[in-house]
């Protein structure tokens, strides 16, 4: 998500030159992406039903490659990464979703 404020400053900057570089596209199906995969990381109760304490961690992040592990700054990342997410991405998210369905 830095990466996607950064960009949409530096073209409301108007200095585009400075983007040369950077698939526009590729950068926002990555973002989308990502946030998508993060979803895995959710304990949902479907999850949670199989830990030792499924109260303590319902509703809950962690990380599946690491024996799902949850510690504060997992769940830290998690959130201020979809909270960045609906604040900056999904808007145009909708948008994109309203022209295609016109």
């Known amino acids: 998500m830095a990466a996607y404020k950064l960009v ?22 990555t973002v989308d992406r990502r946030a998508e995969y993060q979803r895995v990381g959710y304990f949902y109760p479907e999850v949670a039903m199989y830990m030792k304490k499924p109260s303590l961690v319902l509703n809950g992040f962690f990380v599946r490659h690491h024996a799902f592990r949850v510690r504060i700054d997992d769940i830290e990342h998690y959130l201020s990464g979809y909270c960045q997410y609906l604040q900056y991405r999904w808007p145009n998210v909708q948008k994109s979703i309203a022209l ?3």
């Open 100 to 102: 295609t369905n016109v």
């Open 8 to 29: 949409q400053k530096v073209k409301k900057l108007g200095k585009t030159h400075l983007l040369a570089y950077i698939d526009d596209t590729f950068l926002e199906e």
